[in-house]
């Protein structure tokens, strides 16, 4: 069983940006596929970006894709999510996520276990 606290959340403006955290209680690479999620008010959670269980590879949404940038600290067991120009509709609750069973993570339904969520609220 693995833990997942994340960081990093808070309010920015427009075209700000934040830098997400997720530190896990153990180790995780090669063991887990790891990711974020995020879940807008009166939206379904859905996928953001992930890495496969290996850490070769890396998925991304295209809604965030060239704005967003997932990477990791295998030695501190940490996922970041960089977030760049950010928009109001990025405004979310961001989830690390974190999966053994499969290779790699983007669909809600895989996820094993989550963190407790993370505040991202972008005002106009």
């Known amino acids: 069983q693995v833990q997942l606290v994340e960081s990093g959340g808070g309010l920015v403006q427009t075209g700000g940006s934040l830098r997400l955290s997720c530190a896990a209680s153990g180790r995780t690479f090669g063991v887990y596929a790891m990711g974020w999620f995020r879940q807008a008010p009166g939206k379904e959670r859905e996928f953001v970006s992930s890495f496969t269980r290996s850490g070769a590879s890396t998925f991304t949404a295209n809604s965030v894709k060239g704005r967003f940038a997932i990477s990791r600290d295998n030695a501190l067991n940490t996922v970041y999510l960089q977030m760049n120009s950010l928009k109001p509709e990025d405004t979310a609750v961001y989830y690390c996520?974190?999966?053994?069973?499969?290779?790699?993570?983007?669909?809600?339904?895989?996820?094993?276990?989550w963190g407790q969520g993370t505040q991202v609220t972008v005002s106009s």
């Open positions: 996520a974190a999966d053994s069973k499969h290779t790699s993570l983007v669909v809600t339904k895989d996820v094993e276990y």
